[in-house]
């Protein structure tokens, strides 16, 4: 099946810098990348929509200028926490629609997460 | 608006039993379901999805599901569980916003198998 490479799988940093996170598509196209938050013992919290070419749409209460997502090729978004403090700390997982999906435009293949802790 | 519910935030099964993980969905369109799976501190893995044609649906590693449309869900059903079956399972349902299609999630069930 398809494959998501995210990296780093975990990263610890210190307060005030910024870490970015890798999302990859290895065998397939993706037009279409999400970006989501999960916090301990709870769902997915979808963060941004990332369309490759173009700027990423944020959800509701997501700070764009904190959270910069970039998706310049069809195979490679990044994540990048910036001025990282604590409370960003989580577990953030990326997941990308395949370009030629044709069952119903949805995304199905998720990146294996990447821990983010602050301190 | 759509939303998902699922109706058990825990269940514990012992080892063989059989097990069912409940999902209902709002919505006033048409939509496609899903079931994924995410073991600790991984990412998540589909299961199965619901998009048209047959109702009962059968995905990966022995589970089930069936799309019952008078009742708006879409349980979650294994008749035979394994030790390796515990983790964290959630059901979404694909809805349109804006230009994209996206996934409206429910909090997940939580699945302990016991020896």
């Known amino acids: 099946g398809a494959v998501v490479s995210q990296h780093p799988s975990w990263v610890i940093c210190k307060s005030g810098t910024s870490v970015k996170i890798e999302c990859r598509s290895l065998d397939f196209q993706a037009t279409t990348m999400f970006w989501y938050r999960q916090f301990p013992k709870q769902s997915l919290m979808l963060m941004a929509t990332?369309?490759?070419?173009?700027?990423?749409?944020?959800e509701q209460g997501v700070e764009k200028d904190k959270f910069l997502i970039n998706h310049a090729s069809l195979t490679l978004s990044t994540l990048t926490v910036t001025s990282a403090h604590p409370e960003d700390s989580s577990f953030y997982i990326c997941s990308a629609r395949d370009l030629w999906d044709r069952e119903g435009n949805t995304e199905a293949f998720f990146g294996q997460g990447t821990r983010l802790t602050v301190v | 608006a759509q939303s998902v519910t699922q109706l058990d935030s825990q269940v514990p099964v012992f080892e063989e039993a059989p097990v069912e993980l409940r999902c209902n969905y709002s919505?006033?369109?048409?939509?496609?379901l899903f079931w994924y799976v995410q073991y600790p501190n991984q990412g998540l893995q589909l299961l199965l999805k619901?998009?048209?044609?047959s109702t009962l649906v059968k995905g990966i590693n022995g589970f089930e599901a069936e799309f019952n449309k008078s009742q708006t869900s879409f349980h979650l059903r294994k008749p035979s569980v394994h030790i390796s079956d515990t983790a964290e399972y959630f059901c979404?349902?694909?809805?349109?916003?804006?230009?994209?299609?996206?996934?409206?999630w429910g909090l997940g069930t939580s699945l302990a198998v016991n020896p």
């Open positions: 619901y998009l048209s044609g």
């Open positions: 979404a349902v694909s809805a349109y916003a804006g230009n994209n299609r996206k996934l409206i």
């Open positions: 919505s006033s369109v048409s939509v496609y």
């Open positions: 990332s369309n490759e070419g173009s700027k990423a749409t944020y």
